[in-house]
């Protein structure tokens, strides 16, 4: 089933700012322009989010749910390179606790690694 479009110039793809250069656990994203947050944090959807560190690499990225009810949501980033030149691969990352709404955005704690 599709999701709305909302994101900028109608996609539905949405920033999320990164307090860092890399992820790891612990590491916060806060999600902009959703239409309605409370209702993402309620109940999160899959959500394609241009990842912007704070080197001002940007990274599209991918937020998914796992199959079942009460399954961790899953932040998939493909491989890039930071600004410094450091090569960092591709990694899904499961998003820790809650979604909070944070204001008018969605902060995502990074947790740690699924387990493979």
Same mark, same amino acid.
């Given at each position: 089933?599709?999701?709305? =479009?909302? !994101?900028? =110039?109608?996609?539905?793809? $949405?920033?999320? +700012?990164?307090?860092?250069?890399? *992820? $790891?656990? !612990? &590491?916060?994203?806060r999600v902009q322009g959703l239409p309605d947050p409370d209702a $993402? ?12 560190? =704070?080197?001002?690499?940007?990274? &599209?990225?991918?937020? +998914?749910t796992e199959p079942g009810e009460g399954s961790p949501l899953v *932040? ?6 930071? %600004?410094? !030149? ?5 990694? %899904?990352?499961?998003?820790? !606790? ?9 902060? +995502?704690?990074?947790?740690? +690694?699924?387990? =493979?």
């Amino acid at each position: 089933m599709p999701h709305p =479009s909302g !994101g900028p =110039s109608g996609t539905d793809t $949405f920033p999320a +700012l990164c307090g860092h250069t890399h *992820l $790891f656990p !612990g &590491a916060r994203c806060r999600v902009q322009g959703l239409p309605d947050p409370d209702a $993402f944090a309620a109940a999160p959807r899959p959500l394609d989010v241009d990842l912007r560190f =704070s080197d001002g690499v940007l990274v &599209a990225a991918r937020l +998914l749910t796992e199959p079942g009810e009460g399954s961790p949501l899953v *932040l998939a980033v493909p491989a890039h390179t930071t %600004a410094a !030149g450091t090569r960092i691969d591709a990694r %899904a990352w499961r998003i820790r !606790g809650l979604v909070v709404r944070e204001g008018a955005d969605v902060e +995502l704690v990074v947790g740690a +690694l699924p387990r =493979s």
